[in-house]
């Protein structure tokens, strides 16, 4: 009895993480309501699950709801809307890394950089594994938390110190990123040397970075965020050589496994990069904004999204900025 009970909670659990993922998807930034209605219809299928279970457990908390509700506002621009279930579910034990990991950013987004330093600082100090052993998600939030505090102490001028944080979380990346090329997790690995990259470059070991960014492209060629991490990062410091190898990378890229999308920012920034290195426009990034801009039969339904196709049209001077 007690094992058919443990398998029935086990399955529970399972659709429960099956239901964050689908209310992940229904976040659509150009319309949030959608993923409003699955909140709210979660909620109430978490409340009966706990009425039949008898009691609370942390993976039906509705706080992983107002979790994921949280960052689609901030990725919809709305962060108005993401603070307050931020810091209704700030105290949930389970919880409180993540929820300090995305109002640390938020207010790092906003310049305020002391706000940012207090909750990530805190939260870095207070992360301590559950386990006997570090796990990789404990790692992995160690990391991430190290990352955004170097880069709030930086913002704040406290240059040394950001330098401090980030060694450190550059040995926790290393770490993942060996563990996860062991494991053979493709996705995860790109995500590791993105991020290991990032951080050599900021460490002052730009070519290792770069190569780093390079090598996470590799891991995974097919993964839209590797793209889109290596080069926006890459543009914002004005590498024009390692960007456009990327970008060269990205867009022989079929668009089954590299989006529309995604070509057409990366094209947006290459061809803004080079104007500004005082190159010739990238004649490859042009050509594709203006097929683009050209293209009268759409190949699948309309979508609000495809507000970026106009956005060719004026980054090609088809557009005036009024239009």
Known sequence: ARLAAEEREARKKELVDLSIIRLKVRMDPEDVRPAEREAEDLRRRFTDVRRQ?????????????DLELARGYVDAGTPDKAMPLFERIRGEGHLQAEVALQLGTLH?????????????GNALENHKPDAPHETVGFVEMQAKLGR????????????????????????????????????KNVDDSAEAFIEVGRLYYQLGRREEGIQKLLEAIEQNESRDPSY???????????????????????IARPSRTVSEYVKTYASLWILDLTRRAGRAPDAEAEAYLRALDSRRIALRPPRAAAWYVPLAGYAIGRRTYEQ
Do not use: C, Y
């Not at 279970?53 to 709801?65: A, E, N, R, V």
């Not at 505090?149 to 990123?177: D, P």
């Open 148 to 183: 955004a505090l170097g880069a709030a102490l930086e913002l704040n001028g406290s240059t040394e110190e950001a330098r401090n944080v980030w060694v450190k979380a550059a040995h926790a990346w290393e770490r993942l990123m060996v563990e996860h090329v062991r494991r």
């Open 53 to 65: 279970l008898g009691g609370q457990t942390p993976w039906l908390s509705d706080g992983l709801i």
């Open 228 to 250: 889109i991490d290596a080069l926006s990062f890459l543009v914002q410091r004005g590498e024009v050589d390692a960007a456009l190898d990327i970008f060269r990378r990205l």
């Open 108 to 120: 790092l987004r906003r310049g305020q950089a002391r706000r940012a330093i207090e909750i990530l």
